[in-house]
């Protein structure tokens, strides 16, 4: 199991993080090495993105799944790989901290199956906690562009 998690505290009130983080189309195109994402319904995407993981570099596919909104703090997802033999979750969790400042924690979680997962998993470690802070904090400036 390989874990990122990254909190950043937003001079956006939480309404504004709800409204992005809640709208797929929006952050999907922000993971890093992001390729393409295909929609099937509106809590379901196929995304798409090339990673790096310094010996090995792989085109992914994964199936996303929203689990739970819940309005307007968390949305909860499952991933599953299409290509590769991945499976995960993750979350957008949004606290008010203030009228017009919100803290927004980010949650990744992939673990690799198969004959190759202990040297995937192994090289994973260190790339899913960086790949989640350059997530949160893409989203992070997004967010504050909006705000102008």
Known sequence: MTEGLHSIDLSVPIEKVWAFVSDIEQWAPLVPGYIKHELLNERTLIWEFKSDLGLMKKKIKLAVEIMEWQVPNKITFNLQGINEKFDGYG??????????????????????????????????????????????????????????
Do not use: W
């Open 91 to 148: 979350y957008f969790l949004a606290e008010s901290v203030e009228m017009k400042r919100t803290k927004m924690t980010g949650c990744l979680d992939i673990t690799a199956k198969g004959a190759k997962a202990p040297i995937i998993n192994a090289l994973m470690k260190s790339h899913v906690p960086q790949m989640t802070v350059e997530f949160a904090e893409t989203i992070a400036q997004r967010l504050h562009l909006q705000k102008r």
